[in-house]
């Protein structure tokens, strides 16, 4: 059975970079600096300009993943593309990925299946987990798994939305996951879900439960109520969930591996906010800053771009070097979270 390793990392971020202070400057929104570094790390996050699509952000960030595998787009399999703020609502991301990648034009025309995995903040780790088993089952070689999000079209950037706006910012982020016979790569993964909270975090848009599925004004056009059209969050609720669901599925995750905590190198968590992370790293795993890199405080929570940007910038900044483990841990909306433990 082959190995499956990671053997190109890429991260894209808008140019336009809005800090705490742009927040009530440019937007007007009622909070401060102070508050949002306090409660959540986040210094500054970045916000892509009107035009933009998720998919834009994804082909920057595979150009990049690409290029340090040493591939070219023709050699990818297979397209997972993980997102919870997809180009239109269908069809998903990864087709319109494929396209700009130029994966369906000329005589070397391609046509790579491409999945869309909408599970939010863990939507990497349950996309890295789906190309390891395609891998692993002999069925592709190289497979493309993005996280990508443009979040900053669909904040309630006034100051009913500050709880939830202050925290996320644009990005994206891509790993080339490559077959391989040496001893090496994704040695162990968990995923989990508890549906009960799936409207503690959640943006609905609409009810396909109702007919019409959204309200229609005289004029047969739809109308989204503004508690179906921005993202809700039960803050408090997701941060205690977070903690526990982190930590138990790391040592589930660990177990699976054969090692302890002590045994990984680098722990690369979800961006969500600082304090969660901190709090599992200095009053949990009681471990020291060297084994953790952190990136909340340049651009905010970027949901499935969390994991696949720290893995860049690990592998860049010549932290993440061959043989050592690193554990990526992610929890948020549905409630889901899931880990995957790396050798490099
Ligand atoms: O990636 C998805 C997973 N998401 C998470 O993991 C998020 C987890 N939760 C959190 O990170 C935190 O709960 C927050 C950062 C979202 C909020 O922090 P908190 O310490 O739980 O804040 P709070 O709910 O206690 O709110 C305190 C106050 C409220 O005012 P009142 O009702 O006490 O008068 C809020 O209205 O802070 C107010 N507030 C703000 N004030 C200034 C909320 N947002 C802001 C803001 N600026 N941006």
Same mark, same amino acid.
């Given at each position: ?20 202070? /742009? ?27 009107? #035009?933009?699509?998720?998919?834009? =952000? ?28 997809? /180009? ?8 319109? $990925?494929?396209?700009? =990648?130029?994966? !369906? ?6 046509? %790579? ?6 599970? +939010?903040?863990?939507? @990497? ?29 669909? =904040? ?9 706006? !202050?925290?996320?910012? /644009? ?20 995923? #989990?879900?508890? #549906? ?8 609905? %848009?609409?009810? %396909? ?12 056009? #739809? ?61 949990? $795993? ?5 084994? @953790?890199?952190?990136?909340? +405080? ?36 549905? @409630? ?9």
């Amino acid at each position: 059975m082959p190995n499956a390793y990671i053997s190109g990392t890429g991260f894209f971020a808008p140019p336009r970079v809005v800090t705490n202070d /742009d927040l009530i400057k440019e937007y007007g929104i009622d909070t401060t600096n102070e508050w949002i570094v306090q409660r959540t790390g986040i210094e500054e996050r970045h916000y892509a300009d009107e #035009g933009v699509a998720t998919s834009d =952000l994804a082909v920057e960030a595979t150009r990049i993943a690409l290029k340090n595998a040493g591939l070219e787009a023709h050699d990818l399999d297979m397209i997972v593309f993980a997102t919870l703020s997809p /180009d239109h609502c269908f069809p998903g991301s990864g087709v319109y $990925l494929q396209k700009k =990648l130029g994966l !369906c034009e000329g005589p070397k025309a391609k046509f %790579i299946p491409a999945l869309d995995v909408r599970n +939010q903040c863990s939507g @990497f780790v349950y996309a890295l987990s789906t190309a390891t088993a395609m891998i692993k089952a002999g069925v592709y070689k190289h497979v493309l798994v993005v996280g990508a999000e443009l979040h900053s079209h669909s =904040l309630d950037l006034t100051t009913r939305g500050r709880m939830v706006s !202050c925290l996320f910012g /644009d990005g994206a982020g891509a790993v080339v996951l490559s077959a391989t016979d040496e001893d090496r790569g994704v040695r162990a993964w968990k995923l #989990g879900a508890d #549906g009960r909270f799936a409207d503690k975090l959640s943006q609905p %848009i609409w009810d %396909i439960s109702k007919k019409p599925f959204m309200p229609l004004d005289a004029n047969g056009v #739809g109308q989204v109520a503004p508690e179906m059209m921005w993202a809700q969050m039960d803050g408090k609720l997701v941060f205690r969930h977070a903690v526990e669901r982190m930590v138990t599925v790391l040592m589930e995750t660990c177990i699976e591996a054969g090692i302890t905590g002590n045994d990984i190198d680098l722990f690369l968590f979800h961006q969500a906010n600082l304090r969660i992370n901190q709090y599992i790293q200095n009053e949990v $795993l009681k471990l020291p800053d060297s084994k @953790f890199i952190h990136n909340i +405080q340049r651009f905010g929570n970027t949901t499935a771009a969390t994991i696949p940007s720290l893995l860049h910038e690990a592998v860049e900044s010549g932290r993440l070097k061959r043989g050592m483990k690193v554990a990526c841990v992610a929890f948020g909306s549905g @409630f889901t979270w899931g880990s995957v433990i790396i050798e490099w």
